[in-house]
């Protein structure tokens, strides 16, 4: 169906920031946003709480062969984002595609021809809020594992916040992605299964047969460049280039968001 619109003819800029103003008063008018931001930190509070658990057991049971010795606090929060990111990218997903389903994207592109504007805008708001729910979950996961890692573990105050941080970045880069995904598919349910395959099925299986060329395809995919960025790795490649990675797998799915929304319309 197409959508029919009136020429903007304010300044681009004055119109990129009503676009914004917009989408934050819709973001933060519905209750789907307040129960995504809470989910998140519930499942990041069990995580984390489990994983200390589990590292601090490993430590003192009767066998030697698992232990793990001092274990760092950023380490629990980078294996607890593999569950809450699913919890978090929601913020994304939903912020294009429970327009298409109600049918508010009409009004939205009534307001705001340029698609690109609109997906920008998106993206900023989601972006920005994301990252800022991804420190307040980093914190509340350090403030959780530390004391439960107890002599187990180390958190120097540099070192956690610096992967406080990169949670965040992480978590804000994955809901962009899942916010173009989003537009590009129309559907909440179709793009959480892309995005699970994305982030997780398919880097599995690739490699689970330890074969050299599939390790290194799977390395380049979002949720593998992610866990290297967040773990600082240096091979296959330095953490840096995994963020790179990300950041252009969340561009290239806003661009084939706006490809569909200037093809399809609404």
């Known amino acids: 169906m197409s959508t029919s619109t009136l020429p903007d003819t304010r300044p681009a800029p004055a119109a990129f920031r009503g676009a914004v103003a917009a989408e934050w ?4 008018s519905v209750r789907t946003t307040w129960w995504t931001a809470l989910a998140g930190l519930l499942l990041m509070a069990a995580s984390a709480g489990q994983l200390a658990i589990y590292a601090a ?4 049971n009767d066998d030697p062969t698992d232990d793990r010795g001092i274990v760092a606090v950023g380490s629990v929060l980078i294996d607890s984002v593999e569950l809450t990111q699913y919890a978090v990218l929601a913020l994304g997903l939903l912020a294009i595609t429970a327009e298409f389903t109600s049918g508010t994207i ?18 900023v708001v989601a972006g920005t809020v994301t990252f800022a729910l991804g420190l307040l979950l980093g914190g509340v996961g350090a403030l959780i594992a530390r004391p439960v890692l107890g002599e187990w573990g180390r958190a120097p105050a540099g070192d956690t916040i610096a992967d406080i941080v990169a949670v965040a970045t992480y978590l804000a880069l994955v809901s962009v992605l899942a916010l173009g995904l989003g537009a590009a598919l129309r559907s909440a349910v179709l793009t959480l299964t892309v995005l699970f395959a994305t982030l997780m099925i398919v880097p599995l299986s690739l490699q689970e047969p330890d074969i050299a060329v599939l390790n290194r395809i799977a390395d380049v995919f979002p949720g593998v460049a992610g866990t290297h960025f ?16 990300l950041a252009g ?15 399809r319309d609404a």
């Open 249 to 263: 797998w969340a561009g290239a799915a806003l661009l084939l968001g706006r490809a569909a929304l200037r093809r």
């Open 230 to 245: 967040l773990a600082g790795d240096t091979e296959p490649y330095p953490g840096a280039v995994g963020l790179l990675l």
């Open 25 to 28: 008063t819709k973001l933060f």
């Open 57 to 60: 057991n490993d430590n003192t």
């Open 106 to 123: 009409r009004t939205t592109l009534q307001c705001t021809p340029s698609r690109g504007r609109v997906l920008l805008a998106k993206a």
